[in-house]
C-alpha cells in the first residue's frame, strides 16, 4: 500500500481520472434510485518524496508496476459521493488492478466503484420518459480533480428498459 497523506501537501494534490465505463445495475423507480458501476483510471503525484528516485543511479529503471486484487492499492484519496450521490463504494474483489509508480512520483492507476445516487423520476409518460441524473464524485483531500469521459467509454443500461445517453458531463465544484 503506497503511503497515506495525511494532509494536503504543500504543493497541493492534483488527480486526473478518466471514466472508461459506466454500467446502470439497477434503477428503483419507487425509491428514485439509480445504482451504478463506473471504472476509473487516475494519475496524481504523490507528495512522499521516497516515491522518487533518479533512474540513472538504479539501474536504470524507470517505474515499478505491480498488480493488487482484494486490496486498495493506496490510501492517498477516497473518492467520496456529494449531492445527490449518497454512497461509493470501492469494489476491490471484482478487478486486478495494475498500479505504476514513476520515478517522479507519478501514481498511474483504476478503481472500479459502486454508486448510489437519488434522481427525481416523473413517470407519467412511460415508455417514452427521460430523466437526468447526476452522478457527483469527488475527492475531499484534493486541490485539484480533473475529470474526464474516455473518447471510447463502455456506457450500458440496465433491462433494456433504461439507457445512458452519450452525453455524459463533467463539471467542477469548488
Not at 23 to 31: H, K, N
Not at 32 to 46: D, G, K, R, S, T
Not at 145 to 174: C, H, P, S
Request: with cysteine; glycine share 4%.
Amino acid at each position: 500500500t503506497l503511503p497515506l497523506i495525511n494532509s494536503r501537501s504543500e504543493n497541493g494534490l492534483e488527480v486526473a481520472a478518466i471514466l472508461q465505463r459506466m454500467e446502470l445495475i439497477a434503477v428503483d423507480e419507487g425509491g428514485q434510485e439509480v445504482h451504478a458501476v463506473f471504472i476509473l483510471y487516475y494519475m496524481f503525484a504523490h507528495p512522499n518524496q521516497k516515491l522518487r528516485w533518479i533512474p540513472s543511479t538504479h539501474e536504470s529503471v524507470t517505474d515499478v508496476k505491480f498488480t493488487t486484487r482484494s486490496q486498495k492499492v493506496h490510501d492517498v484519496f477516497t473518492i467520496e459521493g456529494c449531492e445527490r450521490t449518497s454512497e461509493v463504494t470501492e469494489l476491490v474483489d471484482i478487478i486486478d488492478r495494475e498500479t505504476v509508480v514513476y520515478y517522479n512520483g507519478m501514481v498511474r492507476s483504476s478503481a472500479l466503484y459502486l454508486t448510489k445516487t437519488f434522481c427525481p423520476m416523473n413517470l407519467d409518460t412511460m415508455p417514452y420518459d427521460t430523466h437526468n441524473c447526476t452522478a457527483c464524485l469527488s475527492i475531499p483531500r484534493a486541490d485539484e480533480f480533473q475529470f474526464g469521459v474516455y473518447e471510447n467509454a463502455t456506457l450500458m443500461g440496465v433491462n433494456d428498459k433504461w439507457f445512458i445517453e452519450k452525453t455524459i458531463r463533467t463539471r467542477t465544484v469548488e
